[in-house]
């Protein structure tokens, strides 16, 4: 009965509120799951699920050539297929002319194959036909800094400027156009202009450059330092890693220098600048073997005559003549195929001359290069073959070009230093010879396996040093040891 009377009781006021509520609760609890949905549906993807995918590789490959970076030598070949495409089907686009013909630019100095070029000025000269153009102004400046002709870059360079002064990507050409031409006044003003317009890890590294050539070491390795890390590409960051490599070498820093050659190369197995940088390290570090490996590695990709020039001098340094004598005929032969295509590699050639050939054609081609495009590396090439001439009184002359401080030799090359002292040592001047054999060897003690015991022997033979001399160490403060 009592159940009865409980389940026949009239509903009360309290159950009637409770009903209410939770009716309520249920229907905002609905609409507020709505609203949500809503607003996840709207956030970024890569808030809600898996990152966004990857560009596709021609995508990216035209964002690098875009922007006058470092592109990877797959993407390259992708993004040059499809522009190949579209241009068949679409002939009057000015745009993709430039783009082609810049990566074909870039294909080229990746693989060192020179046949590239031809096609490069032929996609180039086709845009500006179809539409007169920044990029592809842009474009026959990289083309004509990478055949070394810095006169014809430092012309489309400032025709790019002058149509698009706000462009930034014309800026780096022209800085390397400046400096090939020794105009290091020019070239930083261009750099101060393109760190105005644009930052980032691109403009880092072409400020290293440029730091680099004022002997700003320290300054040259933060913007490395600083571009690598904030690269996003693989083949972008491994340029720029290599380039650290480099800097580090040049100052003898032989563990920091392979770390990042071995770096550059695992993020990027195409970058065969960092495999021939491994055998210039492991060569000082006397594993040999590996040493001729890494720059038989670079070599069979990217047969640039300057790594035959470096292997050929290793296999000298070791009384492998024969061998030596294969890699100089691979450099002769590399010279030659890069004059049929426009490319100049008459700096290289007058080097090996100099010291492996005949010092008077040395000269003629030396002499030649400095009217067309007088830049420190050929200052010091040309005052070398004219002491290897046995004509001392003008070598002088461009040495101290090449380390003038004051007029733009700026570089801190343990090389240059050498050959000044050597040419100073000829002509009786003994003070200045031994200064400079000194700051060779502090610069970097293992900068040549050829020349290093040389420099160490003329030390020897000029005799007591003086007091104000600094010890002779590596960039860690070990004592260096001899190739082997």
């Known amino acids: 009965m009592e159940n009865q009377a409980t389940e026949s009781r009239p509903e009360q006021p309290t159950d009637r ?6 009716g309520r609760l249920v229907i905002a609890a609905v609409a507020g799951c709505a609203v949500l949905g809503t607003a996840l549906m709207l956030l970024p993807s890569e808030r809600t699920g898996p990152h966004a995918p990857a560009p596709a590789p021609g995508a990216q490959a035209q964002t690098a050539v875009a922007a006058g970076a470092p592109a990877a030598l797959p993407e390259l070949a992708v993004l040059i297929g499809e522009r190949e495409d579209h241009l068949r089907r679409h002939p009057r686009d000015a745009r993709s002319w430039a783009v082609l013909g810049t990566a074909y630019v ?45 006169r014809a870059a430092r012309t489309w360079g400032e025709a790019a400027r002058k149509l698009e002064p706000k462009r930034w990507t014309t800026y780096p050409p022209l800085i390397d156009a400046y400096t090939g031409l020794g105009d290091y006044k020019a070239a930083r003003a261009a750099l101060e202009r393109l760190m105005a317009l644009r930052s980032g890890p691109a ?9 680099r050539d004022r002997g700003w070491r ?21 340029a720029y890693l290599e380039r650290a490599g480099q800097l580090a070498w040049e100052r003898g820093d032989l ?17 065969r600048a960092a495999q021939a940088g491994q055998g210039r390290v492991l060569a000082a570090l006397g594993r040999t073997t590996e040493a001729l490996n890494a720059y038989r590695i670079a070599l069979a990709k990217q047969p640039l005559p300057q790594y035959a020039l470096e292997l050929g001098e290793l296999y000298e340094s070791l009384g492998l003549g ?9 450099l002769r032969a590399r010279v030659r195929s890069a004059a049929a295509s426009g490319a100049d590699e008459e700096l290289v050639l007058g080097q090996f001359e100099a010291d492996h050939g005949d010092p008077a054609s040395a000269v003629r081609r030396l002499r030649a290069e400095w009217r067309r495009q007088p830049g420190i590396p050929v ?26 401080k004051v007029h733009g030799g700026a570089v801190r090359s343990a090389l240059y230093a050498y050959h000044l002292s050597m040419i100073e040592r000829e002509l009786g001047q003994t003070a200045p010879a031994r200064r400079h054999l000194q700051e060779a060897l502090r610069i970097n003690p293992y900068f040549s396996p050829l020349r290093v015991r040389s420099a160490w022997e003329a030390l020897a033979a000029l005799g007591e040093v003086p007091d104000e001399d600094v010890p002779l160490m ?4 070990v004592a260096p040891r001899p190739y082997r």
């Open 17 to 22: 509120r409770w009903a209410r509520l939770h």
């Open 106 to 150: 870039e294909q080229g100095r990746r693989t060192a194959e020179t046949a590239f070029y031809p096609k490069a000025d032929t996609a180039l000269r086709t845009s500006l036909k179809v539409r007169r153009n920044a990029e592809a102004l842009g474009g026959l400046a990289a083309l004509a800094n990478a055949r070394r002709d810095f």
């Open 203 to 211: 403009v880092m590294a072409r400020a290293a450059a440029v730091y």
């Open 218 to 238: 320290e300054d040259a390795a933060a913007q490395l330092a600083d571009a690598a890390a904030r690269a996003e590409a693989p083949a972008e960051r491994a």
């Open 255 to 271: 563990e920091d220098a392979l770390r990042h050659f071995q770096e550059a190369v695992r993020i990027d197995p195409d970058q």
């Open 322 to 330: 024969q061998a030596a004598g294969v890699q100089y005929d691979l």
């Open 379 to 404: 200052a010091d090439a040309l005052g070398w073959a004219l002491h290897r001439a046995g004509e001392d009184e003008e070598a002088l002359r461009y040495a101290r070009i090449a380390t003038d």
């Open 474 to 477: 590596d960039a860690k403060g």
